[in-house]
T-cell receptor
Framework: DQQVKQNSPSLSVQEGRISILNCDYT??????FLWYKKYPAEGPTFLISISSIKDKNEDGRFTVFLNKSAKHLSLHIVPSQPGDSAVYFCAARGLGNTGKLIFGQGTTLQVKP | DTEVTQTPKHLVMGMTNKKSLKCEQHMGHRAMYWYKQKAKKPPELMFV???????INESVPSRFSPECPNSSLLNLHLHALQPEDSALYLC??????????????FGNGTRLTVT
């Protein structure tokens, strides 16, 4: 049973435009959500997180939105840059999971110059 | 540069070998993790150490043996592995314990190939 789902395996965006990556979850016990970026041959790099008491968190070009009623979160990147091309993982954690992170399957973002 | 350092970067070992993966962090983090990642899959948790004690073992086979000598170091001892154990092994750390809402910081991993 996949508790964190990223239904789009890939996304292609023009440089300068907005990239929107989506993530859905099924476990209402999740209370902390994170986005990671991963380049080939490197470990995941933490981007931004959000607690379930908030519905938005912003850090520079990156904004994460959380819709608890829909069990949905999204990552917005504005403006997109070619260096943003990577695999993006959303992850969730909650007391019901003894604190461990559950990762989605990842979305490969390609930003074209 | 990542603040979590893993060595070696690459490792090729036979099924009868014994080897160890090493991980080091100097951020004062009190929780450390081993994850395994297969190609085109998300990372999967193996072990969590909290304040140098093993707090989570995700039913990992005994051919993988973790060790936390001190709060900065985490090892993964490997013995009698199978070819299907070939993967990227990622170490991570986080401030406080695993139940603290702080992000995990990952190393760049060890690419393990079992022949």
């Amino acid at each position: 049973d996949q508790q964190v789902k990223q239904n789009s395996p890939s996304l292609s965006v023009q440089e300068g435009r907005i990239s929107i990556l989506n993530c859905d979850y099924t476990n209402s016990m999740f209370d902390y959500f994170l986005w990671y970026k991963k380049y080939p041959a490197e470990g995941p790099t933490f981007l931004i997180s959000i607690s379930s008491i908030k519905d938005k968190n912003e850090d520079g070009r990156f904004t994460v939105f959380l819709n608890k009623s829909a069990k949905h979160l999204s990552l917005h990147i504005v403006p997109s840059q070619p260096g943003d091309s990577a695999v993006y993982f959303c992850a969730a954690r909650g007391l019901g999971n003894t604190g461990k992170l559950i990762f989605g399957q990842g979305t490969t973002l390609q930003v074209k110059p | 540069d990542t603040e979590v350092t893993q060595t070696p970067k690459h490792l090729v070992m036979g099924m009868t070998n014994k080897k160890s993966l090493k991980c080091e962090q100097h951020m004062g983090h009190r929780a450390m993790y081993w994850y395994k990642q297969k190609a085109k899959k998300p990372p999967e948790l193996m072990f969590v150490y909290s304040y140098e004690k093993l707090s989570i073992n995700e039913s990992v086979p005994s051919r993988f043996s973790p060790e936390c000598p001190n709060s900065s170091l985490l090892n993964l001892h490997l013995h009698a592995l199978q070819p299907e154990d070939s993967a990227l092994y990622l170490c991570a750390s986080s401030q406080g314990g695993p139940f603290n809402n702080s992000p995990l910081h990952f190393g760049n991993g060890t690419r393990l190939t079992v022949t």
